[in-house]
């Protein structure tokens, strides 16, 4: 698949179970992942410029979206870029609370886009916080990573969640895909899984090429080149 040249270089991030689930059905956050992967993403964030979850993740997970280790938010700094890429979420009805951690931790620069009937109600609850962005009725992927690529963002991460992901997937957006493998099983249909339903790109008849397998302590990271922008 040959990616659209005005759009960032789209790398979706997810950890899922044996099973492929990306949680379970309690309150509580399931972590699939370990220290030492959590580094590997901190790195994979450091080499980004902007950082994507969807409304429903923000609420959710309440994410930072930082550059953990302050020796890699030094080197941006000292490369003249931001200590931490910038954060962005999108919305479709503008439930956002603005003391969730991606408005209120950091500095980096927060976008909000937002379909166009929902911009007057998240802009009076976010507006001081953030840019907030028309992304269209319905709100368009298209659309929003055009403007992201217009805003200087060539390289995007897209960390969740399912929903988010199967939208860019579905839609054949992504460049390249990292999925961990827990080596363990939730085994409950409540729980959400990696995506959903769906026609994608990739099926028995067109299969996705891995570009790498690393064993990362307990989990497994496979690397799969989604378009022709992917380094095998």
């Not at 954060?87 to 937002?114: H, M, N, Q, S």
């Not at 368009?140 to 060539?154: F, I, M, P």
């Not at 957006?173 to 249909?189: I, K, R, Y």
Request: charged share 25%; net charge negative; with cysteine.
């Amino acid at each position: 698949m040959t990616a659209g040249p005005g759009r960032p270089y789209v790398l979706l991030s997810c950890a899922t179970s044996i099973d492929g689930y990306i949680d379970d059905a309690t309150d509580q956050r399931l972590l699939l992942s370990n220290d030492d992967d959590f580094d590997r993403i901190d790195e994979v964030r450091a080499g980004c410029d902007a950082i994507l979850v969807g409304a429903g993740t923000v609420r959710r997970d309440d994410p930072r979206l930082l550059i953990r280790s302050a020796g890699r938010r030094s080197e941006r700094v000292a490369a003249g870029l931001p200590g931490t890429p910038a954060k962005v979420t999108i919305t479709a009805r503008g439930d956002l609370d603005p003391a969730a951690r991606f408005f209120t931790a950091g500095e980096a620069e927060r976008l909000v886009y937002c379909a166009s009937g929902a911009l007057e109600k998240t802009s009076e609850r976010v507006g001081a916080l953030a840019t907030v962005i028309d992304g269209g009725e319905p709100l368009g992927l298209a659309e929003v990573l055009a403007d992201l690529a217009a805003r200087g963002v060539r390289r995007l991460m897209v960390e969740g969640g399912g929903s988010v992901h199967a939208q860019f997937l579905a839609a054949g957006l992504v460049d390249e895909l990292h999925l961990v493998l827990a080596p363990f099983f939730v085994g409950d249909c409540r729980a959400p899984r990696f995506v959903a339903d769906g026609r994608y790109p990739w099926h028995p008849g067109r299969r996705a090429a891995v570009a790498e397998v690393r064993q990362i302590g307990d989990v497994v990271l496979v690397r799969y080149a989604l378009s022709d922008r992917c380094p095998s």
